[in-house]
Structure formats: structure tokens, C-alpha cells
């Protein structure tokens, strides 16, 4: 990828797909079915933690291939390794302990995610790890978590690639991303099947009419 200072006089603006992209990861996640768990109520606690933690894992993956490419100073680096470290402080308050990164599982989606960044990282493709880390940002930017999350500004980290190609390259692994965090959250709905809220209401309601029912005939 090339800095604005570094442009070539063919080189080719991908500012606007990361524009595209931003307001494009938001607007499915907010029509994903985990999306609609999580605001109806019928994900449990757990399986919130999972899902925000396999965004933990996939901004340190994608930050450890960058920093193989020499990228340790770069402003994306720089923002994955900092989401990484917020999102897991929000976890650690989450969950009350740090403990939860010893028990932490690698979903499906997560593992197909993992060898794809290393595929990448072994071809050296800088553009292919950049695209991931767009979305994986704007993923996790669209997040419900405690912290403010820092995002790509595209008119200053990503500006341009040097070619047709590499901008019909970078598009593609945009795509790739994208379906990779959707199947993250479809991963997470199936091992959490959910809370059926109507029924943990009744429970709730009869527990309580018990606990009253108890108390009046000790009286």
C-alpha cells in the first residue's frame, strides 16, 4: 500500500472502497440474525463474549501478519494492535477477570480466517492483509463494547494502490473479508442457540411468585 506522500502518477485511489466499505460492514451487520440477538435480547452473556472475542483474535492475527511484512510502524498496524488492546479490557471488565484468554475457543469461521492471513502473510500480499484489516476494523468499530474503537481514516492510512490490478486484488480480498466476519456471527448463533426471553421471563415471574408465596406462609 502507498502513502498519499508516495503516490505514483498511475497509481489507483481505493480511499472510496474503504468509504464503501466502512458504511457497507455496519449496514450487515445491523441486518445480521446476531445482530438481531444481541438487541432482542435472545444471545446469552456468553454468547456475546464469544463473539466480540473472535474479533479480539482476528485484529491480533491480522496485526502479527502485518508486523511480518516490516508494518509494526504503519497507522493500520497501529489500530489493530490498539482495537486489540481495548477490546480485550472491555472483556476483561466483561467478564470480571482475565482468565477468559486461557478458555478463549477459535470458532470455524475464525480458523478458515486464520489461514487465510497466513496464506497472505507467506505471499508477502501487504494489499490482501490491508483489505482484511478494513473490514476487521469496521467490524469491530460497529461493535456494542465500552470502548471508543479507533478507525481507518482512508484519506490518511490507506490511499492507494499501484495498479488495476492490484486495486482489482484489494476488492476482491474486501469481499473474502466481509463473508469471513458474517460467518463469524453465524458461527457464534449456532453454538449459542439463545435465550427463548419469553420463556426466562415466566421462570423469573413463577420463581418470584414462589419466593412470595414462601415468604407469606413463614409470616
Known sequence: MMSAAHQAAKARD?????DATNSAIREALARSVIWRRMTDGTLSFAGRAAFLEQHWEGLRVLRTGLEGLGGSGDTVTAALARN????GSALDSAHATARWRDHHVTMPAMLQFRRRVNEMAAGKDAIGL??????????????????????????????CVLSTEDEEHFAEEISNATLLVLAQGADVCRAYQGVNR??????????????LSQSG???
Request: with cysteine; net charge neutral.
Open 14 to 18: 481505493v480511499s472510496p472502497i474503504v
Open 130 to 159: 490491508h483489505a482484511h484489516a478494513v473490514v476487521r476494523l469496521a467490524a469491530v468499530a460497529a461493535c456494542p463494547v465500552a470502548h471508543e474503537m479507533a478507525q481507518i481514516d482512508p484519506r490518511r492510512d490507506i490511499t
Open 84 to 87: 486489540a488492546e481495548l477490546l
Open 217 to 219: 406462609e413463614a409470616q
Open 198 to 211: 419469553a420463556s426466562s421471563c415466566a421462570i423469573t415471574a413463577a420463581a418470584i411468585r414462589r419466593a
